[in-house]
């Protein structure tokens, strides 16, 4: 499992810190597909790097742990997150977002498996083998053989796709972070990535870690949602509880965002803004666009509590979230 | 059928080219004040024997008629064209008079060539690899020391650094010789231990500068790959350090230098104009150089020409081998 404790990651700019992530705490389960959601600026990606251990500057862990915990040897192995970029890719890796640039552009395919980390037992088995061993996964993953030969630029955007996601989990990894893995590829193509990913974390029974600001990926692929705002964790709960009975205001303005089948009454977005995240309010940060907001909310920061087994809020109001009737959800959008 | 047509047109713009270049070299010279056969003339005459009016305007027209200056522009460069596309023969050199072009050409180019292939080849090859660790090190306190260095040095004209080197190690220092003077038979040993230690000046003045331009230039094209995505993302997947910097950094950064490098080497045949002037290397740009000044059209259409021809040939070259260098390029 990957522990998340108090983690703080500030990027040091010249108009001041921007406190990216604020003291969010988390734990990441072994087999589990975990879901972040949240627009954009609230600290997901940044979060991600934290996770993967690729904090450079500007970005710097002020406070708090990131721990992953590992079996090797028949051992358990407590890691810190300086030390993870000694088990990229054997033991954790990374999908980023689909786009052109993430491939070497003048190296074929096959030459990028090669170079990757690949086990000393592996990269024993030589050239020939070892592209018999690439040639077949990629049939596993239902992808034609002859990408191997081609140059990034002959493949489409969601073969691009799928040819990173076969990459990053040729070594079989226990984590895979997935940063908006489907978000710059249209939606038929979208199906089938999700589709891949979820067959694979079936198959290797590992730990996916999936970044997506669409709540409609993450209805049909996660098994637990952490929701993120303004740098700081508002609600975490497994999915299918998640959309059934929010208990943040904001999820439930995510979630109601939605489109759903059947019904064509309008759809509403969150009137507003988020804070700047070089000065964040004092009090709850979500206080300013809340329906619910009073003000004990614009003056005390919520606690993450736990308001029923497993599913956790930080909303002063949290009693009142399902039960005040959403008209409009603020201003339209 | 998509590669024949490419080299069909490919082709016909080389032949445009080159032949544009000829007639604008052609012209231009006879726009110019001076003429080669008055200067020939002032030679004669200024060694102080005085002659008879009716023999000076004789042996003037003798002169024209041999010079091939006789007839309208037109005329003049009908034939001349005639003459270089079915004989490549430049004709006679006018202030070398009766020594053929294509000799004094054939005697300069192997001197430019060896001096400038050189230098091109030893500042391309260090700058590169020099702008490389520079960048792809770019914390370093070296590595701020080198671009520095390299500031300073490689705004200096070429031909100041020259003078420089002269003053220095010339006449101040005499080690190395102030006037180019080989000896020995040509290809022995003592022969090619002269030409070495002669050409050592200019060899360092042309490549000290290039050096800075090619350490400048391939030092920010390796910083802005390194911020590159699909490095970065090779950096998380494990890849090793030297094949980054190597197969993912310096194999993208390197290809603009590489298009800037067979452009220049189509520039060596032109000679270095006035390096080979300030050390009195024998070479094309010398030879440019007394054209010039003896208005020596002939000479200066030779010279040139093959400046031209080298210059469009080593694009055609580049275009035709971009794509294996490139896998992005295909033929059009």
């Known amino acids: 499992m990957i522990r998340v404790r108090n983690v703080c990651l500030h990027y040091q700019t010249v108009q001041g810190t921007v406190k990216a992530v604020e003291n969010v705490s988390f734990d990441i389960f072994d087999g589990e597909i975990l879901g972040i959601a949240g627009e954009s600026g609230c600290g997901k990606s940044t979060l991600m790097k934290g996770i993967y251990g690729n904090v450079e500057a500007p970005l710097a862990l002020t406070q708090g742990s990131i721990e992953m915990e590992i079996e090797q040897a028949g051992e358990r192995q407590v890691i810190p997150s300086t030390q993870f970029h000694r088990y990229w890719w054997e033991h954790i890796s990374y999908i980023p977002q689909a786009s052109m640039s993430v491939l070497n552009p003048v190296v074929r395919i096959q030459d990028q498996f090669f170079d990757s980390y690949l086990r000393a037992d592996v990269r024993a088995l030589g050239k020939q083998q070892l592209q018999g061993r690439i040639a077949e996964y990629l049939r596993e993953l239902e992808l034609p053989v002859e990408v191997l030969h081609s140059y990034p630029h002959q493949l489409s955007g969601g073969m691009r796709q799928r040819v990173i996601v076969a990459l990053a989990t040729f070594v079989h990894p226990r984590f895979v972070l997935a940063d908006e893995p489907t978000t710059a590829l249209d939606v038929v193509v979208q199906r089938g990535i999700l589709t891949m990913l979820v067959n694979l974390q079936r198959q290797l029974q590992n730990t996916f870690i999936l970044v997506s600001h669409d709540m409609g990926v993450h209805y049909q692929i996660t098994d637990r949602m952490v929701i993120m705002y303004a740098g700081q964790v508002v609600e975490i709960a497994p999915t299918a509880i998640l959309f059934e009975r929010p208990r943040h205001p904001y999820t439930q303005l995510l979630i109601n965002s939605l489109p759903r089948l059947g019904d064509d009454t309008q759809r509403f977005g969150i009137g507003g803004r988020p804070p700047s995240l070089l000065a964040p309010p004092a009090g709850c940060r979500f206080a300013a666009r809340c329906h619910l907001a009073d003000d004990q909310c614009r003056q005390v920061q919520p606690p993450l509590v736990e308001v029923e087994p497993g599913h956790f809020a930080a909303c002063l109001k949290h009693e009142w979230v399902t039960e005040i009737p959403l008209v409009g959800g603020g201003e339209s959008a | ?332």
Request: net charge positive; no cysteine.
């Open chain 2, 1 to 332: 059928m998509a590669v024949v047509r490419f080299l069909a047109v490919r082709l016909m713009v080389y032949v445009l080219v080159v032949w544009i270049g000829v007639t604008i070299i052609f012209f231009v010279p006879r726009f110019v004040p001076g003429n080669p056969v008055e200067v020939m003339m002032g030679k004669l005459l200024s060694q102080g024997t005085t002659m008879d009016p009716v023999l000076v305007e004789s042996m003037r027209k003798t002169l024209t008629e041999l010079f091939g200056l006789e007839g309208t522009l037109w005329e003049q460069y009908s034939s001349f064209l005639s003459r270089v596309i079915l004989t490549q023969d430049f004709g006679p050199s006018l202030s070398y008079y009766p020594t053929p072009v294509s000799m004094l050409v054939a005697r300069a180019l192997p001197w430019s060539l060896g001096l400038l292939l050189t230098a091109l080849l030893t500042s391309w090859l260090l700058g590169n690899l020099i702008g490389l660790l520079a960048g792809y090190y770019n914390k370093k306190n070296l590595s701020k020391l080198i671009e520095t260095g390299a500031m300073i040095v490689y705004p200096i004209p070429y031909y100041i650094l020259a003078l420089l080197l002269v003053i220095l190690f010339a006449y101040i220092w005499p080690i190395f010789p102030f006037v180019f003077q080989v000896s020995g038979t040509p290809g022995s040993w003592p022969w090619i231990q002269s030409v070495a230690y002669n050409s050592f000046l200019p060899l360092v003045s042309i490549v000290a500068v290039s050096l800075g331009w090619w350490i400048i230039s391939m030092k920010a094209m390796v910083i802005d790959t390194k911020e590159e995505d699909f490095v970065q993302y090779a950096r998380s997947r494990g890849v090793s350090d030297h094949k980054i910097m190597l197969g993912y950094v310096a194999r993208t950064a390197i290809l603009p230098q590489i298009t800037v490098l067979a452009l220049s080497i189509g520039g060596v045949f032109g000679g270095a104009l006035i390096t080979e002037i300030l050390f009195g290397y024998p070479g094309v740009g010398s030879l440019i150089y007394k054209a010039i000044l003896g208005s020596d059209y002939n000479l200066m259409l030779g010279t040139i020409s093959i400046s031209i021809v080298a210059v469009a040939t080593a694009t055609l070259v580049l275009d035709l081998i971009y794509p294996f260098i490139d896998p992005r390029i295909r033929y059009k």
